[in-house]
Structure formats: structure tokens, C-alpha cells
């Protein structure tokens, strides 16, 4: 079993729409979880780190449910710039960065 | 601009050939990584360097050869790869391995073919 599953997609939304992405883990001792960006033929770009108590920034917002072991990113009123692959990252330990675990990413096409 | 440069951007070479990737950050970071991206997989982790020292070697083939002369520069030696060995190579840095919830900066990556 994979240590973090996504839906490869991909999804083409129109511009505005509301679009949600979810990422279920197989640890359920992962202690840390984030969303990272990655543009065609570009790096990984952290995105946003997802606390248990839900966070926000500006049109995105994350969440993590610990029982179901997974987490999701919602983007509101997407834009053209949005289109993108979306990395969901686990660390199934408490220290270290040796085990940060990559999904291999969901695709958004944001369309005019 | 990204505080991680990787060079060379692209590479092609023969499975004969040996060639280095360079990455430098300029992040004052302690840690360091070398990353393999292959088409429709997840990014799988190579190597660690933490203070220089090598923390990490998640079972890659020898014919990859990391190096860490410092805390802001890192290599990885390539000789007789493989056509399967061909991939985005992506260097990373974070202000250290050790501590809950790294973030790590990544450089624009390698694109390596191997004919």
C-alpha cells in the first residue's frame, strides 16, 4: 500500500469555481502534513502546511481528518494561475525529514 | 529567484559517460537532499546531508555518488547510468533533518537523459 494516495486527476475547472482535492495517508502516526505547488517543468513549492485545526490562507484552505487519515485542499474562485500540480506531502515521524512521503500529485486545469 | 540553483538544467548522456550535478543553497541551511522525479510517480528521496554528513542513502545504486563538502554545496556523481535513470533530479535544502514538519526549499531540478 502506498504510504500517500491521491486522485492523479485531471481536473479542468472553469475560472471561479470552487475545487477540492484529498489525500489519504496510510501512517496513522504521521505527525506533519502539507500541500506543495508544482508547475509544469518547475520545482515543488510549499504551498501550504495543513494544521489539525484546519487553516486558511486567502483563497485555499486545509484540512486534516486524523480518524479517516486523510487531509484536503479547498481553492475557492480559482484562477488561470492556479493551474497547477498539487503535491500532498506526509512525515510519518515526529523528527527528521527522512520520512516525508510524496504523493504523486493531482492536476488542476483552471480554464477560461 | 529560488535560494537552491541546481546546474546543469539539462543533461543528456551515455551510459559510458560520468557527469556531476551541482546544487548550492543560499539559505543557510543545514540540511540537504537529493530527489529523483520520474514520469507519473512520486518524488522519491535519494540521499541526506545533515551538517555534511551523510544521514540518508535510501537504497540507490552505487552508480549514483552524492557528495557534501560543506553545508551549502552538494553533488551527485553519475556514472554508467542507466536509460531508466533518466528523471527530473531535484536538489533540496531545509534549515535542518531533525524536528517535526521540515519544509524544504527545493532548486529548479536536472533534467536528465540517459541515451
Known amino acids: 500500500r502506498k504510504e500517500v494516495e491521491q486522485d492523479p486527476g485531471p481536473f479542468n475547472v472553469p475560472e471561479g469555481a470552487t475545487v477540492a482535492f484529498n489525500c489519504t495517508y496510510s501512517n496513522s502516526a504521521s505527525q506533519s502534513f502539507f500541500w506543495y505547488r508544482q508547475d509544469c517543468r518547475k520545482e515543488p513549492k510549499l504551498l501550504m502546511s495543513v494544521y489539525s485545526s484546519g487553516n486558511e490562507d486567502g483563497r485555499f484552505t486545509a484540512q486534516l481528518n486524523r480518524a479517516s487519515q486523510y487531509i484536503s485542499l479547498l481553492i475557492r474562485d480559482s484562477k488561470l494561475s492556479d493551474s497547477a500540480t498539487y503535491l500532498c506531502v506526509v512525515n510519518t515521524r515526529q523528527t527528521g525529514a527522512n520520512n516525508l512521503f510524496f504523493g504523486t500529485g493531482t492536476r488542476l486545469t483552471v480554464i477560461p | 529567484e529560488t535560494g537552491v540553483t541546481q546546474t546543469p538544467r539539462h543533461l543528456v548522456m551515455g551510459m559510458t559517460n560520468k557527469k556531476s550535478l551541482k546544487c548550492e543553497q543560499h539559505?543557510?541551511?543545514?540540511?540537504m537532499y537529493w530527489y529523483k522525479q520520474s514520469a507519473k510517480k512520486p518524488l522519491e528521496l535519494m540521499f541526506v546531508?545533515?551538517?555534511?554528513?551523510?544521514?540518508e542513502n535510501n537504497s540507490v545504486p552505487s552508480r549514483f555518488s552524492p557528495e557534501c563538502p560543506n553545508s551549502s554545496h552538494l553533488f551527485l556523481h553519475l556514472h554508467t547510468l542507466q536509460p531508466e535513470d533518466s528523471a527530473l533530479y531535484l536538489c533540496?535544502?531545509?534549515?535542518?533533518?531533525?524536528?517535526?514538519?521540515?519544509?524544504?526549499?527545493f532548486g529548479s531540478g536536472t533534467q536528465l537523459s540517459v541515451l
Open positions: 546531508y545533515n551538517f555534511k554528513e551523510q544521514t
Open positions: 533540496a535544502s531545509s534549515p535542518h533533518s531533525k524536528g517535526q514538519g521540515e519544509k524544504l526549499f
Open positions: 539559505l543557510g541551511h543545514n540540511a
